[in-house]
T-cell receptor, first 112, second 113 residues
Framework: NAGVTQTPKFQVLKTGQSMTLQCAQDMNHNSMYWYRQDPGMGLRLIYYSASEGTTDKGEVPNGYNVSRLNKREFSLRLESAAPSQTSVYFC???????????FGSGTRLTVV | GESVGLHLPTLSVQEGDNSIINCAYSNSASDYFIWYKQESGKGPQFIIDIRSNMDKRQGQRVTVLLNKTVKHLSLQIAATQPGDSAVYFCAENISSNDYKLSFGAGTTVTVRA
């Protein structure tokens, strides 16, 4: 019962570097999401994928891109990292709209 | 038990007491609400949910109350235990056809032994 698996757990980047955060779920969920969590601000939606083959912007999409590689995997890419992207990133999945999400354990990203 | 006003960022509770965590949601059109628990270093964990056609729902040691008139949601934890120490978030969904949840800022609950 892995649920939602995120890699890496920790990452330090220099400003301008790129990286991809990986997320995979084994629950056969249709929908997947990327959130960022900053102190005192709760979770904010970056991008989501309602179903395989579709992606949509969330509340804070600037500076990010996503790929829904298949039903299991949903990756988040930072093309040119900025210090403002220092945050904890959570991937989540849900069976469909209206159901509670299952979250991964997060990736703590620091951009220096 | 201990009662707090509308969304305080922290709550300190004596072990064994009941906890009440409050949340004011923003959109009167929201029809689905969820409470999450997040322990240090972990991702949020689903606790309980409620749809707008209900005003109360009970789980194991937890009860969620929904007051749509004042757009208020609360989570009650009975007989609070040390393992209940965490950050608690409420989330709302504007539509059952909308995939996006909107999260509150969270309340940090500390259980005193």
């Amino acid at each position: 019962n892995a649920g939602v698996t995120q890699t890496p757990k920790f990452q330090v980047l220099k400003t301008g570097q790129s990286m991809t955060l990986q997320c995979a779920q084994d629950m056969n969920h249709n929908s997947m999401y990327w959130y960022r969590q900053d102190p005192g601000m709760g979770l904010r939606l970056i991008y989501y994928s309602a179903s395989e083959g579709t992606t949509d912007k969330g509340e804070v999409p600037n500076g990010y891109n996503v790929s829904r590689l298949n039903k299991r995997e949903f990756s988040l890419r930072l093309e040119s990292a900025a210090p403002s992207q220092t945050s904890v990133y959570f991937c989540a999945s849900s069976e469909s709209a209206g159901y509670g999400y299952t979250f991964g354990s997060g990736t703590r990203l620091t951009v220096v | 038990g201990e009662s707090v006003g509308l969304h305080l960022p922290t709550l300190s509770v004596q072990e064994g007491d009941n906890s009440i965590i409050n949340c004011a949601y923003s959109n009167s059109a929201s029809d689905y609400f969820i409470w999450y628990k997040q322990e240090s270093g972990k991702g949020p964990q689903f606790i309980i949910d409620i749809r707008s056609n209900m005003d109360k729902r009970q789980g194991q040691r937890v009860t969620v109350l929904l007051n749509k008139t004042v757009k208020h949601l609360s989570l009650q934890i009975a007989a609070t235990q040390p393992g209940d120490s965490a950050v608690y978030f409420c989330a709302e969904n504007i539509s059952s056809n909308d995939y996006k949840l909107s999260f509150g800022a969270g309340t940090t609950v500390t259980v005193r032994a």
